[in-house]
């Protein structure tokens, strides 16, 4: 079944680079009126066909391979220097033209997003993803998968002690002789490293009271993991306990799962995004989903790109600096796209971009609990 639906999103994520790479629109060529298509034998107009849309210029050079693989992400001829910028400093007026019909000045919103998601995979492969949280969360995953297998084993020994314990027909000598066993699992736990084994009783107890909250994420993921671990948390739901199983047994390939289904599954973030752009224009009947599907592929191609300027300059003693501008520029690059693309006024793009700084939190929130439901069920 996991296999399945990794397969689904690999397929999807191939079938939108496919789909990105368009025919071109508006570009000109050498003189080919007269001659033949290469494909279906009707004879040319233009550098294009105009029955079959097959070029005219069929490259058979080693060098062609290079450029077809570039021009296919690209569309290099100008378009790339047309789209950057404009998608740096003026999202707006990008989004609003491209919308408008200059498409073919520009690298379309799937071809650009497929290409950002492909760079940060690349570069994250390359070079890590740093330190900080993802650094933190390998290392706890890490010593989870170190400490679950020797903690499941004694938590196993200590509730069949307890169950012996529980019998009412057991004699003096045979429960002192159970709670010394049950004293040397406990003290076995402690030279182990492991956390305490705890009775049913204490893992009722804690599982109504809940995990504590705390300020630092790492460890909040990290207490709340082990606070599952060690208390046996019981949803009711047999395929959600099965996954939440198996993370616990393996918290390193679930985290290495979640990390390839974020490449995976990276087009998900498009449809989940676009309820919440609709929430921003209720009921207008100036925009369409077309235009929010614009805005959002843009959009997220430009965080993508920016993660990875960031983190390449992580590797240099600039990249504390890139982080606090990064973080500073991204709520005022929302603003302007939200301005010039939708033209609304300077008011009503404030409170527009304050709202989508929610809901971008709300989507990513959505996306890695697909990520989570994903990784859990393989």
Known sequence: MSGDIEGIGAAVTAGLAARAVESHRGEGGPGYAGTRCLNCGT??????????????????????IGHD????????????????????????????????GERASFISPLALFLFAVFLTYAVLTAVGAGGGLGEELNKAA?????????????????????ARLASKNLSADDRRKLLDERETLQKSADY??????????????????????????????????????????????????????????????ILYKLQANAYKFAWALIPLSLPFMWLLFPFSRRFHTYDHFVFVTYSISFVL???????????TIFGELATFFAMLYMPFHMYRQLRGAYRSSRAGALVRTSLLLLFSLFAMIAFLLLLLTLGAMG
């Not at 004879?43 to 062609?64: N, Y």
């Not at 693989?69 to 400093?89: M, Q, R, S």
């Not at 208390?231 to 918290?251: E, R, S, Y």
């Not at 790109?305 to 590797?315: D, E, G, S, Y």
Request: proline share 5%.
């Open 305 to 315: 790109l920016l993660f990875v300027v960031v983190r390449l300059l992580n590797l």
């Open 43 to 64: 004879v040319l107009a233009g550098s294009h066909c105009h029955h079959c849309g097959q070029r005219a210029d069929v490259h058979r050079s080693f060098a062609a």
């Open 142 to 162: 890490a010593e989870q998968t170190r400490t679950n297998a020797v903690k499941s084993s004694l938590q196993d020994e200590v509730d069949r002690v307890d």
């Open 69 to 100: 693989l570039v021009h296919a992400i690209f569309h290099f001829e100008g378009k790339l220097w047309n789209t950057l910028p404009l998608l740096a400093w003026r999202p707006g007026d990008l989004t609003r033209r491209y919308i408008h």
């Open 192 to 253: 182990l490293g492991v956390a305490r084994s705890r009775s049913k009783a204490e893992r009722e107890a804690a599982r109504a009271e809940g995990p504590p909250v705390l300020a630092d994420p790492v460890e909040q993921v990290t207490t709340s993991a082990q606070f599952v671990a060690v208390n046996k948390v019981d949803t009711g739901v047999p395929f959600i306990d099965h996954g939440i199983k198996k993370a616990l047994a393996n918290p390193g390939l």
